[in-house]
């Protein structure tokens, strides 16, 4: 067992019938795998679109059904890990991944939000790009998991019918009976319960040496920043602050948890709030992206666009 999984919070993956499961296949491209052989995380999402919005989701009547009502599932948590290794470029992902609607319940234990979760899990053979096969060369490794939760709302519609508590779909459950637990927005901003031995580095939240400057290369169709280019940044800031603690960087992200709360936009200014904890083979980072007015109290770091929990291994 890796320190990835030995410390992950990973949600375990639901149990779903097999008309809400789909397998798909992808190849790799260089900037998939890093130089030891392990799969790059920000590579795994797109692994999970292939599987579950591109092949699964285009013959399931739940998206267009809700779009015709104008329910729009907003990605509200992003959760990758990584696992495995080596592979090689030149042999492709298997994907095994689905989907699960579900609701979450208020403090009286009434529903209060619809959710689609969607899920994958991406193996490849044992193999390396150059030099020499590995030991168990073939064997079929699991080399990431991915989980995204939605929230499903009316963003077009006034905003007292904006928040969704039931399904008007047909042949849908007005609540679907899988209940999900909630986090809330910051709540990845320590480490997890199941990381043990950390020191820690910073005593409190504090800015990135480098303003974050988002332009068209960080957009996309949906007319906001994407959802990836918040870890992707976030990875590299969280060398920077290991690298300010006299920490060495030859360390890559094997597990990230993203909650969304607002979009960015192109040609907007944020601050990244990070703090970091050391570990016995890596560290974990956790940090906010905010306004640049904003503060790092809580009450700030409850309204952050986006919060990021990092793993961070050798």
């Avoid at 919005?53 to 907003?74: E, T």
């Avoid at 904890?277 to 974990?284: F, K, L, S």
Wanted: aromatic fraction near 6%.
């Amino acid at each position: 067992m890796d320190q990835a999984e030995a410390e992950s919070p990973f949600p375990p993956l639901p149990e779903v019938p097999a008309s809400q499961r789909a397998h798909a296949q992808s190849p790799l491209r260089y900037e998939d795998v890093s130089q030891d052989g392990r799969v790059m995380l920000l590579s795994l999402p797109h692994a999970m679109g292939l599987a579950v919005w591109q092949k699964l989701m285009v013959d399931s009547p739940v998206p267009r059904a809700a779009q015709h009502q104008g329910l729009v599932p907003l990605l509200t948590r992003l959760v990758i890990e990584g696992h495995g290794g080596p592979v090689s470029v030149r042999r492709p992902f298997e994907i095994d991944g689905g989907y699960v609607l579900g609701h979450t319940v208020d403090a009286g234990g009434e529903p209060n939000r619809i959710l689609l979760a969607t899920f994958a899990e991406v193996r490849a053979p044992r193999a390396r790009t150059h030099g020499p096969p590995p030991e168990g060369a073939g064997t079929l490794d699991l080399v990431g998991k991915i989980y995204g939760e939605h929230v499903f709302t009316r963003p077009f519609g006034p905003p007292e019918a904006r928040k969704v508590r039931r399904l008007e779909l047909d042949g849908v459950p007005a609540v679907p009976p899988l209940r999900l637990p909630w986090m809330k927005h910051d709540d990845v901003l320590t480490p997890p319960a199941s990381a043990t031995g950390l020191t820690e580095l910073d005593s409190a939240v504090k800015d990135d040496e480098v303003p974050v400057l988002f332009g068209l290369m960080h957009s996309d169709s949906n007319q906001h920043v994407n959802s990836l280019a918040y870890p992707r940044i976030f990875e590299e800031a969280a060398l920077r602050r290991l690298a300010q603690h006299g920490r060495g960087t030859r360390l890559i992200a094997r597990y990230a948890e993203i909650t969304y709360r607002k979009p960015c936009f192109a040609g907007e200014r944020v601050r990244l709030l990070l703090r970091a904890w050391a570990g016995p083979r890596g560290a974990w980072v956790c940090g906010a992206f905010v306004a640049p007015e904003a503060g790092s109290g809580p009450e700030s770091l409850a309204r952050a666009n986006a919060c990021v929990r990092m793993l961070l291994t050798e």
